[in-house]
Each structure stands twice: as C-alpha cells, then as structure tokens.
C-alpha cells in the first residue's frame, strides 16, 4: 500500500466514477424503452468506445419525444379558421385501404383530409425554382418559408433578394432555416434579410450550452405557403446543386406545388413550427384565406419528428406499403430502415407484391450509403426488384402504391428521418396523379442499372464487411 501513490488513487477513482457513468448511461438508455436497434447501438458504443461514447450520447442519444412543440389550446386558434370537421372520405368514394390511411393519419396526428386540389409535380431545380419564384413574385400578403438548407449562393441570393423586395412593397415575409442545416451560411446572410424586414428564425438554434439537447433534432421540412393558396413541398432545399447538381452529375428531386384546400394544411404545419421557434400565434384569417376546390385531388398533409408519441410519417408509409396489392415503388437517397419497414417491404413482395426500390448509385454521404447498401441483399431475397440510379443524385422522396396512393415530402427511409428529424409529406389520394409519379419512376429506370441477387452477392468481402459493419451504427447515421 505504501507504494500506491496519491496518482495511483485519483487514477483508480477516476476509472470508478467513469465506470458508474457509463453504467448509469447504459441504464438510462435502456429504460427509455425505444426503438431495440437504437438502444442497442448506443450501448455497443458506449462499451466499446466509452469515452467517444458518452461525448455522443450526450449530444446526440438523448430522448426528447414526450415534450410538445405546442399546447393544444394554442393549435386550437391556429386551426380556427380552418375546415372544422374532418372530411369523412367514405364520402369520396376512395378505395378502402385509402380510406384506413386518411383515418390512421388523422387519428396519430390530426392530419385532416383535404378534397379539391390541384397538384403539379416537379422531378428538377429547374422547373420547380423558376415555378416558385414567379410565385413569390405575385405575392400579396404573406410569404412563409421554412427549409433544412438556405444556402448563401446565387439561388439563395436570388431569393433573398426577392424576399426582400417583397417586404419592401408590404408583403408579411417570414423564413425558418435549420441552424445546423445553415452552419455555413454566413450570419451577414440572414442579417441582412432581418434588417430589411424578413423575419428569420433559426430553428433549434445550437450554443454550446445546449447543443446536447438540439444538434440532433433537425427541421428537415421543406415548405412554401404563398398568401396561404399556393404550397410547395417536397425534397429540395434552396442551394444552386439542387439546381446545377454536382460534376459527377445531376441532381434528380421530387418537389410539389399545391393549389387548393390542402395548402391549409401546409399553413398550419408552418405556424406551428413559427410558434415553437418565435413564441408568436399566426392565427389571424389572413393566414387561412377561404379557398374553393380547385381540382379534383384529396391529400393530407402529414408532418412527424421526435417531440411526440408516434412516428406519424413512418406509420403512414408502414400501412401504405401493407395495405399494397398490386405494385409498391420506392425512390429514397438514404435507405436506413426500421426492422417493421423492412417486414412490411419484404412481406409486401413475398405476397407477389410488384415493390420495386430505387436508389442512387452515388450518394452525397458516403457512410450513409454504405449502410443503405447492407439491407440491399435482405430486398433481394424477398424479390424487390432493387435499381441503383447512375444519371446523377438520386435524392427524390416518392412512394407509389396501386394506381391509387402516392406521398411526396421530405422523409427519408431511414431512422434519422423517422426519429430525430421534423419531417412533412404529402399524402394523396388519387388515380392520376398515382400514375404520374409511377410513370417517373419507370422513366428513372432507363437511367438505372438492375441489381440480382448473384453479382450483388459476388461483391468483394471486404466491401460486405464494411456495410456489416457500418449497419451496426445505422440508428445513429
């Protein structure tokens, strides 16, 4: 003992006090009851690289779903000068599996159906920015903004720029960005639209004093509310690659532009996050302006994220694919599924189910894609027909189903989009506009190469070890 010096003791008490740690760490991960896989990655981490372990945890492994983005009473005004009452779609005469989505949807998240729109889908940054900013520009009175990304380049110029002149003759502008999505951009960039009269809000501004609890929870919606009767959602955020792409290739995206009842529901989904970034109730009727149907197409609109009880988005998507009886296809940049989505997909092609998956052949994200390409096999033995995309980035956001349901938005299939992120899509119920996204998939599929079992088998070991390997983090990717 008379050689144990005072080092040896502050050594040994520290190994204890890091040992506690890390075991009341494991404890408390385990008794939040979540998701098996994701439990189960944090504590592989926390045991085998316990000291990176804990640092990621606790700023990125901490569970925030019981909290609320907003008191009821609060989207009660919001809501007040929207439809009252939900539309019953059995008076629609939609198929009853849509029927069982629109009920699901509402009762998990309030989602309200939606008759009498008119959708325009747009697969490039070409079309879909030249459409957005000609709308932008006959704006009268309010301009709501919210993307992941507002990148300060010449798109993000352009629109600031227009923003701008839009406040100037007396249109109500408003921008949520994501703060990390924006880390970046320059604070010049967004100080100058707040000086000139654009309020902008960070969503989950990140210090480092509280970046433990909001460096993992990210807006990742992308939506566009102009004087409350034109929407936009979908995959694109405002960058010039959206546009110009990379110089390996294109960038090929899935954007929809909204006339119609339903942009009420694109509305409530940005006054809502407004509130939860600013405080403020946008519940005044100009927000909610009365709109006649326009066309013929009924849609909800969905968002989810990890302040609440249920996965909104992924149930939807879980009941679409498991109510399919002809043909399910899939587009997504990142494939990270939950073990349900997975059975889902595989027992929907077990059933002789036509599922097809696309993906791209070249991602944005390397790890990422490593890990999407470790459940490929596992479609593959259940007969997904699985395309790898090769004209550019694949990074649409589109499901197919039957002629008869379709949901176009930001979620991605993979466990980020479905725990950590606030997310929105649109759901839609109509025969035509079914057939249009279906018919841009196949379209895709000239620009794709078909996976078989065999050759993807043959892939060199060293390669299918690393997708083993990087699965084991997927949770976490």
């Known amino acids: 003992m008379d050689g144990f010096a005072v080092g040896d003791w502050a050594l040994y008490l520290f190994f204890v006090i890091y040992f506690i740690t890390v075991a009341g760490t494991v ?22 690289f316990p000291i990176g372990g804990l640092i990621f945890y606790f700023f990125l492994g901490r569970d925030f779903r019981k909290q609320k983005m907003i008191s009821r009473k609060s989207l009660k005004k919001i809501n007040q000068y929207t439809f009252h009452l939900q539309t019953k779609p ?4 939609l198929p009853l ?3 069982q989505e629109i ?20 697969t490039n940054g070409t079309d879909m920015f030249q459409s957005l900013i000609s709308d932008i520009r006959q704006a009268k009175e309010t301009l709501h903004i919210e993307f992941y990304i507002f990148q300060d380049d010449d798109l993000g110029n352009q629109i600031r720029d227009l923003l701008i002149e839009k406040v100037k003759e007396g249109v109500e502008v408003r921008v949520i960005y994501d703060h990390v999505g924006c880390w970046s951009v320059k604070k010049k960039f967004f100080a100058e639209m707040e000086a000139a009269g654009v309020q902008t809000r960070a969503f989950l501004k990140v210090h480092f004093r509280a970046l433990a609890n909001k460096i993992n929870y990210r807006n ?28 390996w290739g294109g960038w090929r995206d899935t954007q929809i532009r909204i006339e119609g009842p339903g942009v009420q529901g694109l509305q409530i989904a940005f006054c809502v996050d407004w509130y939860f970034t600013d405080r403020t109730l946008l519940k005044e009727p100009k927000y909610f302006p009365p709109i006649p149907p326009l066309g013929n ?6 968002t989810s994220g990890p302040i609440g009880e249920w996965k909104e988005i ?3 998507i879980f009941k679409a694919i498991a109510n399919a009886r002809k043909y399910v296809y899939i587009q997504t940049p990142y494939f990270l599924p939950t073990e349900g989505l997975m059975l889902a997909i595989q027992s929907a092609a077990l059933s002789n189910v036509d599922v097809r998956l696309m993906l791209p052949a070249r991602s944005d994200s390397y790890l990422v894609q490593v890990g999407s390409f470790s459940f490929v096999r596992a479609m593959l033995n259940a007969g997904v027909k699985v395309y790898l995309y090769q004209a550019g980035f694949l990074h649409a956001k589109m499901i197919a189903v ?4 379709c949901t176009v938005g930001s979620a991605n299939m993979d466990f980020r989009s479905f725990e950590h992120n606030f997310e929105a899509n649109a759901f839609i119920y109509d025969k035509a506009k079914t057939r249009e996204l279906k018919n841009i998939f196949l379209n895709d599929q000239h620009n794709s190469q078909r996976i078989s079992t065999r050759e993807w088998r043959n892939r060199p070991a060293k390669q299918r070890a690393l997708e083993s390997v990087i699965r084991l983090f997927s949770p976490m990717l």
């Open 27 to 48: 404890v408390v991960v385990i008794s939040e009851n979540r998701n098996p896989l994701k439990s189960i990655s944090w504590i592989v981490v926390l045991l085998f």
């Open 90 to 93: 059995d008076h629609l005469g």
């Open 97 to 99: 599996t849509s029927e």
């Open 103 to 122: 009920n699901l949807l509402f009762n998990i998240s309030n989602a309200k159906l939606y008759p009498g729109n008119i959708v325009n889908v747009f």
């Open 220 to 247: 990742h919606r992308k939506i566009v509310v102009i004087d409350g009767k034109i929407g936009y959602i979908g995959g694109m955020n405002i960058a010039n690659r959206y546009v110009k792409g990379f110089d």
């Open 297 to 302: 197409i009924s849609l909800q609109i969905a």
């Open 314 to 316: 992924m149930l939807g």
């Open 402 to 405: 039957d002629d008869e349901f």
